[in-house]
């Protein structure tokens, strides 16, 4: 069972990072990271957190390893995707957790002092001129 979600917080803990092999295809990547999700409700003196909570979110995802590095511990982040429930047992009984199974999660600009970005590839960089665009030889076409 699953539902949508949709939660700003900060990331507690450095990323967690696995690769699980898919056979002859490409493997699949996990980056686990562990937000808290708080519920600031205005104070006189500024904020007070109530009902915040921890919770595990997975980012399935090819450039998953890539991604490690970008998300640090005390971002603050948007997370959207769908909140699952998790039953496992161990030797002390049954226990059931929550997780996120992020769609995606937005970097928000809290504590960011700059942002970097890579050049596009180049098959995507720039699309060849239309037609139209082509620059004419003199005369060619010109009115008088």
């Keep these: 069972m699953s539902t949508h979600f949709y939660g700003e917080g900060n990331i507690g803990s450095p990323p967690e990072y696995r690769e699980f092999p898919n056979g002859n295809e490409e493997p699949r990547r996990l980056l686990r990271l562990n937000v808290y999700f708080d519920n600031p409700i205005p104070t006189k003196e500024g904020y007070e957190d109530r009902g915040g909570f921890w919770a595990p979110v997975e980012i399935w995802h090819r450039d998953a390893e890539h991604w490690r590095t970008l998300y640090q511990k005390g971002l603050r982040v948007l997370v959207s995707g769908r909140e699952e429930r998790d039953d496992w047992e161990d030797e002390n009984g049954k226990h059931t957790t929550y997780k996120i199974n ?3 999660v937005g970097l928000l600009p809290h504590r960011i002092e700059s942002v970097t970005m890579s ?4 098959e995507a960089a720039e699309p060849p001129p239309a037609e139209a665009e082509k620059p004419r030889k003199a005369g060619a076409g010109a009115k008088k």
Excluded: I, T
């Design 119 to 122: 050049q596009k590839p180049r």
């Design 102 to 104: 992020a769609r995606s």
